[in-house]
Structure formats: C-alpha cells, structure tokens
C-alpha cells in the first residue's frame, strides 16, 4: 500500500457530506487510516532501504515482502517512542513522534465507542501526516536504513 494513497482516502472519508455534521465512523475511520499510511510508510521504507527500491531482476520479491511485513504495530511504536535518545534527523524523529500519537489515536477510535472526533481535528492530523511522511521520505538514505533497522530489529545490549 502507498502511504500517500492512504492519505488521499482518509481525506475522503474525513469529507464526505460537507454540509452538516459527519458520521462519526466516517471519521474513526479516517483517523484509522491515517495511522496505516504511517505504518505503511515504515513498512515500505523497510523493504526499500533494507533489500532495494528498485524492482529488479536482481532484488528478491520474496525480501522485499518479508521485509515489508517484519514491522510489528507494538515494536515500532516502542521503539519510536526511545529514538529522542538517538541522532536521528528532526524529519525521522518528528514522524516518530506522530507515529506514536497516531496508533494512540486509533486505537481510541477503532476501540473506545465514547471517543469522538471533529472534522477539523482529523483534517489536521491528515495534513500532519502527510507533511510527516514527505520529510520522512525525503531523510537521508542512511538515516532512513538506520532507522528501519531500528522499527524492526530486537535491540541487544549484549
């Protein structure tokens, strides 16, 4: 999945009938989504910095899958919430930082029935998201490959 693809459909949900209030599923549901298009954008930037961006006839699909589906939803989060103690540029730290607060939001969304949420507030946290993921993709390439070795890996003290 593409996170900018992902953006594009949290925004349609976020806007559908724009006269009057929102349905709140409609919103939940964007807030959701808006979450996906940032663990997507960990996801993919796993499998391009780990095993290689490029569909070639030399980059293995099935690495690049695997890659791809190594980020755990409660790993990456945990360790996004450790990386102020590392070097990463503002762009790394910045989308780890909203990533963190968006799995917050959408659990509350997908699992708290009294949580409820404005059509300016999720409008915000798309716009968030998707200047975030732009400057995370736009990181330097070894600033990136570090970090997806950080979402992915089990840290060894030993």
């Known amino acids: 999945m593409l996170p ?5 459909t ?8 724009e006269v009057g209030a ?5 919103l939940k549901r964007a807030q959701s ?9 960990i996801c993919r930037n796993c499998a391009d910095t780990l095993v290689g961006k490029i569909k070639t006839p030399s980059r293995s699909q099935g690495a690049w899958n695997q890659a791809y ?5 409660a790993h990456a ?9 590392l ?3 503002d762009a790394i730290q910045d989308f780890a930082n909203l990533f963190t607060a968006s799995q917050e939001k959408r659990h509350k969304a997908d699992y708290d029935p009294s949580f409820s949420l404005t059509r300016r507030d999720v409008l915000t946290e ?33």
């Open 4 to 8: 900018h693809d992902l953006i594009a």
């Open 10 to 17: 949290a925004r349609k949900l976020a806007t559908i009938g």
């Open 22 to 26: 929102p349905k709140q599923s409609d």
């Open 33 to 41: 989504t808006v979450y996906y298009a940032m663990f997507h954008a």
């Open 69 to 73: 589906r190594a980020v755990n939803h």
């Open 77 to 85: 989060k945990k360790q996004c919430m450790q990386t102020p103690s």
């Open 87 to 89: 070097s990463f540029p």
């Open 126 to 158: 798309i716009e968030s998201a998707a200047v975030a993921i732009a400057r995370f993709q736009k990181a330097p390439r070894k600033d990136r490959t570090a970090f997806a070795v950080w979402t992915v890996a089990q840290y060894r003290r030993d």
